[in-house]
């Protein structure tokens, strides 16, 4: 197995392992419902498209638990002037920009139908009741009355819709068309929604991989050079669909937070810094009882030494455990490619192995998830290792959809067993 759970660490999991903390877990599950993090996205780029003033935006999610209600947050996180909202609708997702009929509900935001978010700020909307079925993808419908610029999350993967004119409450998608995927990499982006709890008993906890462009998806769903949105291939999403399958008790709901190009800590990179949005995107999920970390490839490539990815990787662990979450570190995949490609040399590929080697030995996570030997097998260039051919979607750092799939299959279930503790 691939997924280890490494020396002492592994017995000591397992004494913990006891009815006084299992029994919690199975009565959340089976008891009384609660807020739950059923499906998320990382804010990280600032984007302008002045067309969508005065427009409608039609986004759709695909929540990994189930429940009798949900409500969703807006973040204006990146914008450097203020967003307005006169209307915000949620649906069952039809065909296309469609919503299915009678399912479409007006959202309101401490009781108005309109909200003004300032610059970095965010809000939740009130509860709504509506049937959401884990993993069927639900319509989130804004009429856009004022916007100068967006805050927007670039690598959604999905095919997303904006319409002139307000026609969020229109359920039949008629005046929308495609927002474009833009960017020399399509990324399909959303705009403003980052976050939908669902009121839920359906499982026992929520998993939070929080992580770069691996975790965000990046070739997953590619064919060749092309992108195909709306196919779900993260390795996240097969572990989602794995834990959705468990007998009661053992369910676990999947958020991504991962964002394409992050780094643990400034400067550069995409997107806040791991340790600046750290609190936002993953230490106030509902729900939340472990965390998955898989960061640092981008800190290397930014000049970073061994020691300062591990000292940032450190103070993520402390803050996690801080809230009572258990935390699984993931170790760093190759990196190397041909010598006429650039980004990547032999300085850097030793502290790549330097860093993998504390998280396998020395770093306090409660398990690990080693994607390392799994992805590594390639040619070595310039005394680096490279991804399988195989699993190599052409770019010599991101696995392709048979790579992800093997990286969500490969995780041990066992891990999320036990938790320090749930928020």
């Known amino acids: 197995m691939t997924t280890l759970l490494h020396g002492a660490r592994a017995i000591a999991t397992a004494l913990i392992v006891s009815v006084a903390l299992l029994a919690p877990a199975a009565a959340r599950a089976q008891g009384q419902a609660r807020w739950l993090a059923a499906w998320t996205v990382s804010q990280n780029a600032r984007q302008t498209m002045p067309e969508l003033s005065h427009s409608s935006v039609r986004m759709f999610v695909r ?6 209600s949900m409500r969703i947050k807006l973040e204006n996180t990146l914008g450097q002037a203020p967003v307005t909202f006169a209307a915000a609708y949620v649906g069952v997702a039809g065909d296309g920009a469609a919503v299915l009929p009678g399912t479409n509900r007006k959202l309101t935001f401490s ?7 300032a610059p970095g700020a965010g ?23 004022s916007a100068s610029d967006i805050s927007a999350h670039t690598l959604g993967l999905v095919t997303n819709y904006y319409a002139p004119g307000s026609h969020a409450a229109d359920a039949s998608g008629s005046g929308f068309a495609a927002v474009p995927a833009g960017g020399n990499v399509p990324g399909y982006p959303f705009y403003w929604l980052a976050k939908v709890d669902v009121m839920s008993n359906a499982a026992s906890g929520v ?17 060749g050079d092309t992108v195909v949105p709306d196919r779900y291939q993260r390795w996240t999403d097969v ?37 600046a949005r750290l609190d936002r995107d993953l230490l106030e999920r509902a729900g939340a009882t472990h965390v998955i970390f898989f960061e ?3 800190d290397i490539t930014g000049g970073a030494r061994a020691d300062t990815v591990i000292a940032g990787t450190q103070e993520v662990i402390d803050r996690v455990h801080a809230k009572g979450l258990s935390i699984i570190g993931v170790t760093i995949i190759p990196r190397g490619r041909p010598e006429t490609m650039m980004g990547w040399n032999a300085d850097m590929e030793a502290q790549r192995l330097a860093v993998n080697a504390w998280i396998r030995t020395q770093a306090k996570f409660d398990a690990v998830i080693d ?32 790579g992800y799939k093997l990286m969500g299959e490969s995780i041990d279930l066992g ?3 036990v938790a320090r503790g749930t928020r």
């Open 63 to 68: 929540p990994t638990v189930a429940g009798p």
């Open 123 to 145: 809000a939740w909307s009130d509860p709504v009741a509506i049937d959401v079925k884990a993993f069927q993808r639900v319509a989130v419908s804004l009429d856009v009355a």
């Open 207 to 223: 998993v939070v991989a929080f992580g770069d462009s691996i975790t965000d998806g990046r070739c997953s769903t590619n064919e």
């Open 371 to 402: 994607f390392d030997p799994l992805m590594k097998g390639g040619p070595v260039y310039a005394g680096s290792e490279s991804l399988k051919p195989e699993f190599n979607c052409g770019d010599y750092t991101h696995p392709n959809a048979a």
């Open 415 to 417: 891990l999320f067993r």
């Open 296 to 298: 640092g490839t981008n």
């Open 239 to 275: 572990l989602a669909t794995r834990l959705a399958s468990l007998p009661p008790g053992g369910v676990k709901a999947v958020v991504n937070e991962g964002i394409a190009g992050n780094r643990i800590a400034p400067p550069g990179g995409q997107g806040p810094a791991g340790l």
């Open 111 to 117: 009781g108005r139908g309109d909200l003004t978010l």
